[in-house]
């Protein structure tokens, strides 16, 4: 099986695939026509990726592409859309990096109460201002708003616990028990989370339901002087509304990411959140950037680029349907003899009758098998009793149907 990584991977890594039996084409930086070019001259099977966009074109270079694996968790820069069209499988590494993202959170934090940033800069052009800097607020009992309770948002919280802080929290997932069992409290939504906190700080995945979801609304509903920290995606944060609450509510703030960033490692760039007056601190949307992080990345990269190799599935994928969508299933137990799932399928497709999901699995012995075989809807008592009845090697035939409401 062939693999093209396009963008910067841990050397071991590669060695493992390689160890593996996987012939690896290792091209860091490809991007636009690039990137197509090589998904097609490789021929490649799995694309793996960090930060490169991956777009319809690349999709459709190459027949052979089966798999694009994000080495992290974010998959806002592959086109799932046009992937899932193609039957092409896209996967990430989730949770992997929240102990750095969630290291990178409580600096800028604690950065920004010391206002570290002006202390370094003030004693590195000759200037003594103890006054100055001695107002820090401390953490300790002060209130932190955690936006978003995914495993990023749990390890921010956890180490929000070593800082003696109270802790209010939202998810879209979150519920009041939760909540509870994670010693949290539980706020009805974001605005909620805003008016009870001290110290916000934003952990949601980019997604049409969370585009500006911190907005001026929000964002109003804070105290004068609370901070906002943003170290998820640029997406979920109004930037313009942040700026004008910065200058006109005295809110200080620190972002790992931007709008508009840069595709490249490194070059002039213009953060306008950065000329807002006041203190803002911003970072190179290094969340993930830690050794740690990286090479639990890559451990878990090689895993799934394994695990797709024997089973043609692997965990993680963002676009692949439960099996109970279909919401119906026909389980035939036969006899382990060749011919048995063709006198299925043939009927299903006769009969109209669309197979969503399928698995045959060969019990103990290898005498006998089961088929769970999801279908689109119902076939009639006449198709069901035809494939029981119509190869001498069906033991049973049950339809399993969703409860009535």
Known sequence: MKILIADKFESWGIEELKKSGFEVAYEPGLKDAALRDAVASTRCAVLIVRSTVVGADALGASPHLSLVLRAGAGYNTIDVATASRRGILVANCPGK??????????????????????????????QWNKKEYSEARGLKDRTLGVIGTGQIGRAVIDRARAFEMNVVAWSRSLTAEAAAAMNVRYAAGP???AERCDILTIHLAAATETLNLINADVLNRLRPGSYVINTARADVLDYAALAAAVRERKLRAAVDVFPGEPKVGAGPFVAEIMQAGGVVYGTHHIGASTEQAQNAIAAEAVRLVRQFRASGVCDHCVNVAPWSAAGRMLIVRHHNQPGVLAHVLTHLSRAHVNVEHMENVIVAG???AYARIC????????VVDAIRTGNEHVLAVELLQPAAV
């Open 97 to 126: 990096n929240a102990i750095a993202v969630a290291e990178l959170t409580f600096a800028l934090i604690l950065a920004l109460d010391r206002r570290i940033v002006e202390n370094v800069v003030d004693l590195r052009a000759g």
């Open 191 to 193: 605005a909620e989370v």
């Open 366 to 368: 290898e005498q006998a």
């Open 375 to 382: 279908v689109s809807r119902a076939p009639d008592a006449a």
